[in-house]
């Protein structure tokens, strides 16, 4: 039983990691053409926060439910810096802004080694996080569970977000139909920002519950961007059901090919299975059905 | 009153329209005629900002709106109903609506002009038929409650019972006294006949144009006969 609960569990856990990255890669390349290859480092930006704000408040448990709001908007500022200095000439250019946050990406890791060394730093886990439940026999930690239910929340907020807000109604109708959008009086540059903040934020989000489980280091974010990709490409773009189940099933068949064979054999195998899965699938596991697309 | 002096556009290098004058006189009614690939349509994607002018300027009331991005303009009291029944597919009739306005008075006033879309509230736009399209297209921009109504060929391809209902809307538009309307029309009689003023569009220029009303549209009908 061990053999399937573990990694369906640990799994499960990477799977959240990465819808949390996920998340913004495809809000924005789904509303403007963008690949965001610098939005791993707004995980890392998040597991700092995590990290700094436990040097300010000592008590772990409260520091790390502060850091989650501060690591959202820090993250998210940062996006919309981003999105204002290089981002925004490059709307429509997926290759462009690939390349271009490529470079973002180094700057940034080359800034956090800068600032807090390259060896990365360990967060405290809280007591109540610092525990273990027996889940079939298998000893849960508890903080994969946290990362579990922070996704969850994260994922429900912006899913109510898209659906019951005004703001979301703009996102929608923005992808749908940028120019209608706009001559139906969307602001849809103001809207753009918006998405950018809101996406960059949740991979800030991310970031912390990726410092409860391996604390920080200055380049965290590599290893999450490409599966994160796969992530993207495999739910269909702009698809946030597709994603949930695209990011939980690279976390899992990722934790039981690593269980069968090795770390980098898995990821290896993942990206095969995905790229096999594609071919079959060119438009990714959902496609929206409408009479007209217009 | 919406103005465009001299105004030159096209797409890329190739230009579709050609130092255009055109005047649609402050709370009246003017309509452009033309044939398929005239540059009707690139012409009102100019008057709403979806294609900037190579040369000239688009004036709102006297207010230079040329470089003003389209949502702007919406706040400065321009609507526009495009070509092609465009709606958002994946949202519902109601979401179409809200993007637009959320106020439910506001909802229900818009949704008595056109009763048909009551039931259809909850279905997403992508589903609906062409004419209940036009119909949620019009009804979403008259939410937005313009001073100015710009529509591109509201009646093309719908069926004969809807384009009556369409084209009551746009006649009570014209009659309010307070609302200017510039129509794209290929139903020469119809549009002239509810205009001040008319014009007819040949390859990006402007050909012809005068007084509209019932006596003009014989001339307009052989003017345009090729
Ligand atoms: N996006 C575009 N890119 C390049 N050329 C275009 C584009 N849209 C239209 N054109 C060209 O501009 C010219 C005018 O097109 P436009 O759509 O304005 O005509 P129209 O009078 O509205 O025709 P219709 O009655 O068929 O709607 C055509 O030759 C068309 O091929
Ligand atoms: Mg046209």
Redesign the pocket.
Known sequence: MDALTTPFLTGTATGAILLMAALGLTLTFGQMGVINMANGEFLMVGAYVAYLTQQVISSAGVSIIIAIPIAFVVAGLLGLVLEATVIRWMYDRPLDTLLATVGVALVLQQLAKDIFGAQGDPVVLPGWLDARINVFGYEWPLRQLFTILLAVASLALLNALLRYTSFGRRIRATVQNRQLAETQGVPTRNVDRMTFFLGSGLAGVGGVAISLISGTNPTLGTSYIIPAFLVVVLGGVGQLKGTVLAAWGVGVATAFLTDWTSGSMAQVMTFALVVAMLTLRPQGLFTVRTRSLA | MLELVGVTA???R?K?LFDVDLIVPKDGAASIM??????????LRVAVGLLPVISGKVLLDGVDITSMRPNRRVQQGLGYVP?GQLCFPQMTTLENLQLVSPVQSDIDEVVDIFPALRDLMSRPAGLLSGGQRQQLAIARTLLGKPRMLIL??PTEGIQPNVVAEIEQVIVDLTERGDFTVLL?E?HVGFAVRISDRYYT?ES?RITGSGAGGEDAIDAVRASMAV
Do not use: H, I
């Not at chain 2, 033309?34 to 012409?43: D, H």
């Open positions: 096209g797409y890329g190739s579709v033309g044939l398929n690939g005239a540059g009707k349509t690139t012409l070509q591109d060929e794209v290929q569009l990006g």
